[in-house]
């Protein structure tokens, strides 16, 4: 099976500027989660999305959104980018059924954002 | 809401057993513990899950203790191929479910 798929690997955006980050789960994963990961706040949950719709989210401002499409790929959008939102940005994918919340998350290898 | 919170660093030699432990509160009877491994420019990897008591996979064992306010993950005879940080991630089922990671162990296994 193919792993989780994010694109793309590197950013590199201006103040002000929006991005759009994509990811594509596991085949049969209907879960896909979003984290941002800096060095001085660590891991943090940012939202998760099943069957395209916002099942939960995290601690983030507005600017912070997402969507899921029908084939369970997500993308992640954040507008008006600070200095602050330079990061990196992990997604994962599980099964996603409330019955199987527990179940192991496999995570991509991130997109790597930086803004100057 | 918990926190969950590890130990910054560790040092190990190859061959000797590492227990890195995450401490947390205000966890539930079903409240799931995960453990996760992170190479650089790479996202985390499983490496092994409970919720209560112990756990054995081929690669680690997994520690609660009864009042689950911390948990342990035990790697035996450790490797160079170790060295990483090592993530918690605590899946709080209260209410709105959230998931909250541990603040990382970065692991340094020394020849």
């Known amino acids: 099976k193919a792993g989780v798929t994010q694109t793309p690997r590197y950013l590199i955006k201006t103040r002000g500027q929006q991005v759009t980050l994509s990811c594509s789960p596991i085949s049969g994963h209907r879960s896909v989660s979003w984290y941002q990961q800096t060095p001085g706040q660590g891991l943090q949950f940012l939202f998760e999305?099943?069957?395209?719709?916002?099942?939960n989210k995290g601690n983030f401002p507005g600017r912070f959104s997402g969507r899921q499409f029908s084939n369970s790929r997500s993308e992640m959008n954040v507008s008006t980018l600070e200095l602050g939102d330079s990061a990196l940005y992990l997604c994962?994918?599980?099964?996603?059924?409330?019955?199987?919340?527990?179940?192991?998350?496999?995570f991509g290898n991130g997109t790597r954002l930086t803004v100057t | 809401l918990a926190k969950t919170t590890q130990p910054i660093s560790m040092d190990s030699y190859e061959g000797q057993e590492v227990n890195i432990t995450c401490s947390h509160n205000?966890?539930?009877?079903?409240?799931?513990i995960t453990w996760y491994q992170q190479f650089p420019s790479q996202g985390p990897r499983f490496i092994i899950q409970g919720y209560k008591t112990k756990v054995t996979n081929e690669v680690a064992s997994l520690f609660i203790p009864a009042d689950r306010k911390s948990s342990t993950l035990s790697l035996p005879r450790v490797s160079l191929s170790d060295t990483a940080v090592y993530y918690c991630?605590?899946?709080?089922?209260?209410?709105?479910?959230?998931?909250?990671f541990g603040t990382g162990t970065r692991l340094k296994v020394l020849a």
């Open positions: 994962a994918s599980s099964p996603g059924g409330l019955q199987v919340l527990h179940s192991p998350l496999h």
């Open positions: 999305y099943f069957s395209e719709t916002q099942r």
């Open positions: 991630l605590v899946l709080l089922t209260s209410g709105t479910y959230k998931y909250i």
């Open positions: 205000n966890i539930a009877t079903n409240d799931y």
